[in-house]
């Protein structure tokens, strides 16, 4: 029988913060630019320059940090890792080994309807390297430094993760923690996300962990998945033939579809790692701590858990609507007018949710007033309106943002609830549909529908079909 | 009287009243230089036509009333690893063949606020790892005192350029002894300033943690006048420091009453010059006439000092030193096959043995594996060194002791024993490591007239009780060592 395998897996992910200058000089960040012109001293390894921290870097470190229940290092260091590559002006990155700023922490994902706690290792602050540009013509290679500098974090998770669905459960939830916090916008096809998936598998149910390999260039959740499962394939391969898997550093061609080993153990580099004597420590005090975490925006599993809490919103809607952040502020902006939860969800999560299907948009492109959303809830409960009418408003209202009760004041669309004015009516429908009243007298209790059909006609649409209904009852008993 | 014989101050003043001009003074330095520097050596690159213009744009400054600092319209020459822009920057190495950086260092941009005329750039041990300015690329400087012996490292043409009236002052680094000890030899003022007094930022890095840039002068005053005009707060250098008080001249009183002196026993034996010994008790006792209350005592650890120092300035170079490859700027090999081929051919040829030797001691002490049992340790040792002189200074005011265990060496004596060379830092490298002041003030001459130093060593921040008590001592000698050499006529 063939044997059984599982994956173990742990990433480390790059993501590049959404800081105006660079970690280490005031120079700009901004993508693009001709080569080497967002450069100074410091970011080209000018010899006599030296770094200066920017603290907002340290700010939204420590805001990941915490939204990733990790320990902060209230005494965090920078050091020093040296090698030789030209994309590195200095020969080596400032990063942090030591004492790096956060600590033992964990992200709840969600993977095939099972929850798990993916446990991180620790998060680190470091400069990114500029890029080498190969002129093909010339057989030389250039280096553009505007990169360089350009502030990153490292997550380093433990390798708690057993198969592709829940690597990318895992990166959705970084991304969508990092987005809510607004360090970083996280794309993976520009770079500022990036993962390095490390990779081992061991025959299931063992406990001795397998020779792993890192895999590295891996630029969507796509091309994640297939090398994911390319590489198990191939280190199950290899075991099956009693061969050694290698520890190595490979990277994924996703057009082949395979990937190739760039570096063994063997020739790894010993990086000589030692504290940068150009910074001092940063001291965080726990006033810091504090002023971060109020200053932190509510997270998405926070908001989805108040939510059900405090509105007795259902898991389901309570998932759609935070989603998307925009979806969840109007949510809580009409529901703090109307007090009415469970409709303004309702509008949400059906009407709003169609139209923007119909429409091919996305939450964030919802352009109507939480003010007027929360009108038409009044409106429709107060019974101002009937149901179709106010389907009929809020098309209106997704579409224009317009105000439902000056709408349907102008276009006369309120509810008759005078009873003397229906009764008129009433008595007319039954004096003209004699056939129907028989039916319905001779127990064909469907009749009364089309005479309530033949009223609400009659009163052009804007009377309450179950208050018609029940005074066509009564005036047939 | 002859214009190169003023101090700093005095030539100052001078230029003030309008007894002298800008122009006078630069010209007569240059002379000067041009005269003797085929036998001293003192400059990588004397800067005649730059002078002479900012000559001119200094004195228009001094006309209309902006510049009127006690130092405007000096004549200074820099230490060549301070980057000025557009001026070859070298650190007497190979490697920085024609680099010419795109930034002035803060300390040079604050001499220059304060209206130095630079004159050109001093030679110096190739990126300050010596001990004697023989590990130069542009060949060795010589003592002023005496030709055949050697000025003192690393900041060597610093002071043999002052020495040899070469110019009114300079500035010098000092990352375990560099002001210090040629100045020592040399018979001058120098000082090294509480770590992050002055901005490091471009200075080109030996030891992060231990580099600072100081004065060098003629005399006590001018060494003073000179640091109140380069410290400063530098929010470019993470490690610079706000300090209380930057008025250094303030100091420059005559009078020690009070003053409780240690000198380290462990200072005073084996291994020191009986000169030096009796040059260091004498000084001692003029500071008691006036007042001062002066004892031995243990210090502890002095023998540490040394492999802590190697061990962590060699680290920190190591990592310092990688930006030099061939790719950005400086000395690339000019044939070489692939990225790897170039680097290792570039810094191959581009730097010496001592700065090989200590990148290789370097690398290896933080390679994984020994960083615990050397580099760890040897902060650890920092440390204790740190916390002994804590306890010292719990006691006294200042420690006096030598600043060398011998006078000037003969060229060619030094670099064939490493060990050797090293171990002649030992009055020396522990400051650095406490990030305390010192200072080298002469003290006499020994038994060949070569010049002899004597260190001061304050608490942190106490640049000003290490003035008062070196202008008290200067009085008190009625500055019998002053300069100049007497080079150039008939040596």
Known sequence: MARQYEMVIGLEVHVELATKTKIFCGCSTEFGGAPNTHTCPVCTGMPGSLPVLNKQVVEYAMAIGLAANCNITQTCKFDRKNYFYPDNPQNYQISQLYMPIARDGYVEIESGGVKKKVRIHEMHMEEDAGKLVHDEWDDTTLVDYNRSGVPLVEIVSEPDMGSAEEVISYLEKLRMIIQYLGASDCKLQEGSMRADVNLSVREAGSETLGTRTEMKNLNSFKAIARAIEAERERQIELLEEGKPVIQETRRWDDNKESSYAMRSKEDAQDYRYFPEPDLVPIVISDEWITQIKSRQPELRSEKLERYKKEFDIPQYDAEILTESKKMADIFEASTAICGKPKKVSNWLMVETLRLLKENSMEPEDIQFSPENLAKLVDLAEAGTINSSVAKEVFEKIFSQDIDPEKYVEENGLKTVNDESALKAVIEKVIAENPKSVEDYKGGKEKAIGFLVGQSMKAMKGKADPGMVNQMLKEALK | MDILSFTALELGKMIKEKRASVL???????????????????????????????????????????????????????????????????????????????????????????????????????????????????????????????????????????????CYYSLGSDTGGSIRQPSAFCGVVGLKPTYGTVSRYGLIAYGSSLDQIGPVAKDVSDCAAILEAIASHDTKDSTSVKRKDYDFTSALTDNVKGLKIGIPRDYLGEGLDEDIRRAIRKAAEVLEERGAVVEEFDLSLVQYAIPAYYVIASAEASSNLERFDGVKYGYRTPDYEGLHNMYKKTRSEGFGAEVKRRIMLGSFVLSSGYYDAYYLKALRTKALIKQAFDRAFEKYDVILGPAAPSTAPELGKSLTDPMKMYLGDIYTVAVNLAGLPGMSVPAGKDSKGLPIGMQLIGNSFQEKTLIRTAYTYECATNKQYVVPANIGEGV
């Open chain 2, 24 to 166: 006078d003074a630069v010209k007569a330095v240059i002379e000067r230089a041009k005269a003797v520097e085929q036998e001293i050596n003192s400059y990588v690159t004397l800067d005649e036509e730059g002078a002479l213009k900012q000559a001119e744009e200094v004195q228009r400054l001094i006309d209309s009333g902006t510049l009127t600092g006690p130092l405007a319209g000096v004549p200074v020459a820099v230490k060549d690893n301070l980057c000025i822009e557009g001026q070859l920057t070298t650190c007497s190495s190979k490697i920085l063949s024609g680099f010419k950086p795109i930034y002035t260092a803060e300390a040079v941009l604050n001499l220059k606020k304060a209206g130095a005329v630079i004159i050109g750039k001093t030679n110096m041990d190739e990126f300050a790892m010596g001990s004697t300015t023989e590990t130069s690329y542009y060949g060795p400087t010589k003592n002023p005192h005496n030709t055949a012996h050697v000025p003192g490292g690393s900041s060597g043409g610093s002071c043999a350029a002052v020495a040899a009236q070469e």
